[in-house]
């Protein structure tokens, strides 16, 4: 039997001003591991070829592929490392330290793999930061505290804990909880398993993102509507009445975007310093399925799977 672990941990507070030049060095980071992950694996629907994992000390590419060497890069957030290791017994490592510019990661991580037999190449191109220099010119990013990493991680840690549990409530199909590094958000969707109707997006990103009925729903350490870290929802398409579905907890709302569509959203802080946060957290994902389920007509009922608690069973028509 399953027990749950996720409660009654001293969840830090994670407020964006206090790390931000480490929270975005830490994304560009992320971006050029992700990136390489794309470069080395068979590409698979909505972009799941891309994103990382949370991992036991960090997060993890999972297994990759270059000619015939079998890879895996770590990035170790006890030790402040990343690690490649190889299916043919290496390991290397390139440590995490102030300092330590956009440039210089993206040097000694390519340098590394191309040392090891993988001379893969990649965008350098940053995603999801306006202003940032392509990677391979990149002094301006070097900060890295361990400590604000350290609290980072343990949040992370903690939301792919409930993210995992609220999964498998769910019969249909559903993603791996996984980090997308363009937007820096751990993420999971679930499908009605109704394709929308053919319309093609102008960016191919968003375009294979969006050829199926989705809720989706996700944690960013700051932006989707909210000053600092904050839980998010959505539904693809968007249905009529949606906003006015309510919400759990009471701070939970819907905020407009700038495509003209809506998010649920409810911050790190109203969920970190309530009375139980694992409860917290899964009531507003619960209500914000429930939102996009009964105004988009899923075959809710259909689609719980044996684990779903009472609580949490279909009630709305």
């Given amino acids: 039997m399953y027990v749950d672990q996720t409660r009654g941990r001293d969840l830090p507070a994670l407020p964006l001003a206090e790390w931000r030049p480490t929270k975005d060095t830490l994304h560009l980071y992320c971006q050029i591991v992700g990136k390489i992950r794309m470069a080395a694996t068979a590409p698979r629907n909505h972009w799941w070829n891309v994103p990382l ?41 390139v440590a995490l330290r102030d300092g330590l510019s956009v440039q210089a990661f993206y040097d000694s991580v390519m340098g590394t793999l191309a040392g090891l037999g993988a001379r893969l190449e990649i965008s350098t191109e940053p995603v999801g930061l306006p202003g940032a220099p392509p ?10 505290d361990p400590a604000q990493v350290d609290r980072f991680w343990r949040v992370l840690a903690w939301v792919d804990g409930v993210f995992q549990e609220f999964s498998g409530w769910f019969s249909g199909k559903s993603s791996p909880v996984h980090l997308f590094w363009h937007d820096f958000d751990l993420a999971v969707t679930r499908y009605s398993g109704r394709r929308v109707p053919e319309r093609r997006e102008a960016d191919p990103l968003a375009h294979e993102s969006s050829t199926h009925e989705v809720i989706g729903f996700g944690f960013c350490p700051g932006g989707h509507g909210t000053p600092d870290a904050g839980f998010y929802s959505y539904t693809h398409p968007e249905p009529p009445d949606l906003t006015g579905q ?65 609580e949490a069973r279909t009630s709305r028509e």
């Fill in 53 to 93: 994992y949370a991992a036991i000390r960090g997060l993890t590419t999972g297994r990759m592929r270059y000619g015939g060497l079998g890879f895996a890069i770590d990035m170790d957030f006890l030790d402040h490392r990343l690690v490649v290791r190889t299916d043919v017994g290496k390991t290397e490592s």
């Fill in 135 to 144: 990677h391979h010119e990149d002094t301006e990013h070097r900060s890295y």
């Fill in 246 to 310: 309510p919400l759990r907890p009471e701070q939970a709302r819907w905020i407009p975007t700038e495509a003209g569509t809506h998010l649920a959203v409810l911050g790190w802080e109203d969920v970190r310093t309530s009375a139980d946060p694992r409860r917290t957290l899964l009531a507003f994902l619960q209500s914000a399925y429930e939102a996009g389920g009964v105004t988009a007509g899923w075959e809710m009922a259909d689609l719980e799977s044996i684990y779903t608690p009472s």
